[in-house]
């Protein structure tokens, strides 16, 4: 199933995109989209049978919001593809490199992004997010983690290189700006996906495609992520794991660097993810 979530911001409804593209209504089946439904087996069993029979949606100007509600929090994983890190003349890690991204810097996956305040070096980054379905808990293996899962989005892990990287402590400074993580259209449920180590991944500034990549080129693949992370935090329902980007970036390019300016449009794909579009603009 795609489900989505559509209206303005604070006040969207529960909707799911059918097989034949047609956008229904879910609100009369499921307050929302969240973690407790995604971990509800027999309410995501009644919205696949109801799905022909619910009511259709005109989406003609209708925002389409984050399609996940509630989120509890947002762990990264860094430098995850053999050719991000090859650009970034960085080692490949030998165990995953964890940050957390706060849950209010999701946005729509159409929603303006925000430039901060005195920035020179915002960069772009396309990944596959995983969105947690089951709590887990010290599990034992990859398979494991995968079983875990309850569906892929795309997400954008805006990033300010200065702020991350040359202001001191963590990353934490250039990842936490506001609305640094669209993500949607949809949330892809895990049966449709049938192996998230060969989905495509693109990324384009004002018209040029600056990122084409697949997860193929994972370090550590999204079964052992989700396993590796549960051993040093609780994931639960509604959690999101953004997998890291492949090469492309910004900050991976010869000097002068194209950072990102007020003015710029990006927009990102994954393969049966769907599509993101953002205009950027000053804070």
Known sequence: MKLLRVGTAGQERPAL?????TLRDLSGLVADIDGALLADGAALG???AAAGELPAL?????????????????????LNYHDHARETGAEPPSEP????KAADTVVGPNDTVLVPRGSVKTD????????IGRTARYLESAEEGLA????????????????????????DKGKNCETFNPLG??????????????????????????QDGTTAEQIFPVGEVVRYVSHFMTLHPGDVINTGTPAGVAL???EPKPYLRAGDVVELEIAGLGRQRQEFKGA
């Open 17 to 21: 995109l059918d097989a034949e593209g």
């Open 46 to 48: 009644r919205i696949r």
């Open 58 to 78: 005109d989406g003609a100007g209708l925002r389409i919001g984050p399609p996940l509600a509630r989120i509890g929090k947002i762990v990264c994983i860094g």
């Open 97 to 100: 490199v964890i940050f957390l």
């Open 124 to 131: 772009w980054e396309v990944e596959l997010a995983v969105v």
């Open 148 to 171: 875990h899962v309850a569906g892929y989005a795309v997400a954008h892990d805006v990033s300010e290189r200065e702020f991350q990287i040359e202001r001191g402590g963590t990353w």
């Open 185 to 210: 259209p949809w949330l892809v449920t895990a049966d449709e996906v049938a192996d998230p180590q060969d989905l495509s991944l693109r990324l384009w500034v004002n018209g040029e495609l600056k």
């Open 252 to 254: 991976g390019r010869p």
